[in-house]
């Protein structure tokens, strides 16, 4: 299901006759939900969890920090609230329950934590500060432990659009071969650490390195299906709106004051100009790997309500409302890719990336062309070498017959 370019995972609760709506998020770890009484907590359907158990697992209540996506920004909060037992579903074509599921239920937020769906579902790998004893509250770790899955495996495709013939997909102690394209490949990559699905950039932008200044060198990424954008440290979106000022001119790209920047033009004729956004990054065997991710998938359009003119929206985001220091590959990315997040070896964390294949004809061919022109210039060079000499030659002996 797709709520302004959030997907959800449908679980029910307990006795609950119909499903919560969580978003997917590689951000944190916990499955999160707002307490009927939580303070500073607001969600899109107005619905809040109300415990249908006797007594929390903790007395005190806990503190986290949680990042949290709220219409295209990451937002930061503060959340106090306590751990709960459930019995819980997966609401899916083959419904898979367990019991004594943990969750985390906000009763305050600080300054305030605002979600469209009903709560997210951490999936990020266990940070290992484990908030309860001797207690799996890591989403992963419950699901293998409780035989929900057999690996601790799930992969996603997903796409900014709704569509009934293909809709967005998460599948749990695996991932779906039926959705590999038959031109591309699986690619692994090493993730940057043990506690988070991300890895390290070698160089990427536009129409220039992003990462040539040290400045903007913050070159880790992490991979997060619960945010529908692409998301830059603040430094390195100074630096992309720059090259993108400097590049068009003619017709400028406008940013707000939320840094959310646009064309006054329709995105038919925007993506006529602008290139792929390339990422460099070393795969686990060392090679290194281009991933593109082309303007339709980070171009919008939309209507300006006041001035009813037809603009260009663009899914580059900068960190404006959150210090993260990293890059947020979201759906914009995503959509272009099968991704499968592998934690079977809590150790050897991997990420998979279905690519398109570079046939050996198409490098062949790009080699005879270089190989061609480089032909073609030693000839011309050649060429004019020999012009040169004959016109100097030609130039002595008119000058000995004058003397």
């Known amino acids: 299901m797709l709520w302004d370019y959030n ?10 006759s119909a499903p919560i709506k969580v978003i997917p998020s590689t951000l944190h770890e916990d499955l999160v939900l707002m307490n009927k009484n939580c303070k500073g907590c607001w969600s899109m359907p107005g619905s809040k969890w109300n415990p249908d158990v006797k007594s929390p697992l903790n007395e005190v209540n806990i503190s986290h920090k949680l990042d949290f996506v709220y219409m ?4 930061e909060a503060t959340l106090e609230g306590k ?3 459930l019995n819980v579903c997966l609401d899916s074509d083959q419904p898979v329950c367990s019991t004594d599921f943990i969750v985390f239920a906000i009763e ?3 300054p305030w934590f605002n979600v469209l769906g009903d709560g997210y579902i951490g999936l990020a790998p266990s940070n290992g500060n484990k908030s309860l004893d001797a207690v799996h509250n890591n989403i992963l770790d419950q699901m293998h432990f409780k035989k929900m899955i057999n690996t601790k495996v799930f992969g996603v495709h997903t796409h900014m659009y709704n569509s009934t013939e293909d809709p967005s997909q998460i599948r749990f102690g695996g991932y779906n071969e039926d959705l590999l394209r038959e031109d591309h490949e699986v690619v692994w990559f090493k993730t940057a650490s043990s506690k988070s699905w991300g890895f390290e950039i070698i160089s990427g932008g536009l129409h220039e390195n992003l990462f040539n200044t040290a400045a903007t060198n913050i070159k880790h990424a992490i991979i997060e299906p619960g945010y529908p954008y692409i998301a830059m440290p603040k430094l390195a979106f100074v630096d992309f709106v720059n090259s993108m000022q400097s590049a068009y001119p003619e017709e400028p790209m406008t940013c707000s004051q939320n840094d959310w920047c646009f064309f006054y033009n329709p995105c038919e004729d925007v993506k006529k100009h602008i290139p792929d956004l390339v990422f460099e990054i070393l795969d ?4 290194q790997r281009e991933l593109r991710v082309p303007p ?3 171009l919008f359009s939309d209507t300006d309500y006041k001035t009813k003119l037809e603009v260009c929206h663009v899914g580059i985001i900068g960190m404006k409302f959150n210090d993260m220091q990293m890059w947020v590959f979201g759906q914009a990315f995503m959509e272009n890719f099968y991704t499968i997040f592998d934690g079977s070896d809590s150790n050897n964390l991997k990420i998979g990336l279905n690519v398109r294949i570079v046939s050996g004809s198409e490098t062949n061919f790009t080699e005879i062309l270089a190989l061609s022109i480089c032909a073609v210039l030693g000839i011309v060079v050649f060429c004019l070498f020999v012009v040169l000499c004959c016109r100097h030659r030609q130039e ?3 000058e000995h017959a004058k003397t």
């Open 284 to 287: 686990s065997n060392g090679e």
């Open 83 to 85: 751990y709960w037992m």
């Open 7 to 16: 997907h959800v995972i449908d679980l029910k609760l307990g006795d609950a």
């Open 296 to 298: 339709s998938s980070f």
């Open 396 to 398: 002595a002996r008119l």
């Open 72 to 75: 295209m920004h990451l937002y």
């Open 108 to 110: 305050k937020a600080t």
